[in-house]
Nanobody
Framework: QVQVEESGGGLVQAGGSLRLSCAASGSIFSINAMGWYRQAPGKQRELVAIITSVGSTNYADSVKGRFTISRINAENTVYLQMNSLKPEDTAVYYC???????????????WGRGTQVTVSS
């Protein structure tokens, strides 16, 4: 069993900052990448940022220069520092871990339940 749990969402005014945290635990052999996705009402889920085990990152164009993803490999933890938040950043933010399980040695993606981020204008 693998668990992925996010924390750190909330309500913030435009221009403010929030930091999201995500931890993966359980039967994990290795994690290849961890990422943050978001889904706004009536819209499809989209990639926000992703980081690989060697530290390579990729960001959505809409968050470049404002959001920073970081990771502590030894703790299977990933963070998303969000600055200069805009109302259009309002969404449920999901953490995903792309990993190999220690039980089956199969690759798979595991998702958290999401955390709400609301940016007021």
């Amino acid at each position: 069993q693998v668990q992925v749990e996010e924390s750190g969402g909330g309500l913030v005014q435009a221009g403010g900052s929030l930091r999201l945290s995500c931890a993966a635990s359980g039967s994990i052999f290795s994690i290849n990448a961890m990422g943050w996705y978001r889904q706004a009402p009536g819209k499809q889920r989209e990639l926000v940022a992703i980081i690989t085990s060697v530290g390579s990152t990729n960001y959505a164009d809409s968050v470049k220069g404002r959001f920073t993803i970081s990771r502590i490999n030894a703790e299977n933890t990933v963070y998303l520092q969000m600055n200069s938040l805009k109302p259009e950043d309002t969404a449920v933010y999901y953490c995903a871990a792309f990993l190999t399980t220690s039980t089956t040695r199969l690759n798979g993606d595991y998702w958290g339940r999401g955390t709400q981020v609301t940016v007021s204008s």
